[in-house]
């Protein structure tokens, strides 16, 4: 079982995601906006963060995302760099914009386009959980 963190402002989409991640075995916590995701990472030290994209503003997902993966060892959130990140968005099928990771761009290790497939999020989520030393 792994501690997953939701960072999502639509409670509907965290209550969905809760179920089909606790199902699979997980542990599952929410926070609604990257502000305080970024907190509760803290707090909580997840294994794994599902990021919505489009919340507060049009790219705060990638916002928390370049965060977490900047190189900069001063960081507060250096050791945290670690921790798989899961886009999970709705990007794709509402606008005309493509996006996926890029280790330079766009640090992510995973892209989930919604409405999500449970089954492809929890293989998705499982895969990378299982490269976690």
């Known amino acids: 079982m792994a501690k997953i963190l939701v960072v999502d402002d639509d409670p509907t989409m965290i209550r969905a995601l809760r179920k089909c991640l606790e199902a699979a075995g997980h542990e599952v916590f929410d926070a609604p906006n990257g502000e305080a995701g970024l907190m509760r990472l803290q707090e909580l030290k997840p294994e794994l963060l599902l990021l919505d ?20 060892p001063g960081s507060p959130y250096v050791a945290y760099q670690h921790i798989p990140i899961v886009v999970l968005t709705a990007i794709h099928s509402t606008t005309d914009l493509t996006f996926g990771p890029d280790e330079d761009y766009l640090p992510i290790d995973a892209f989930v386009d919604k409405p999500f497939e449970p089954e492809k999020l929890v293989d998705t989520v499982n895969a990378l959980l299982a490269r976690v030393p």
Request: charged content about 25%; hydrophobic content about 45%; proline content about 5%.
């Open 53 to 72: 994209v489009m919340m507060n503003t049009a790219t705060e997902g990638f916002e928390v995302a370049i965060k977490l993966r900047q190189p900069d």
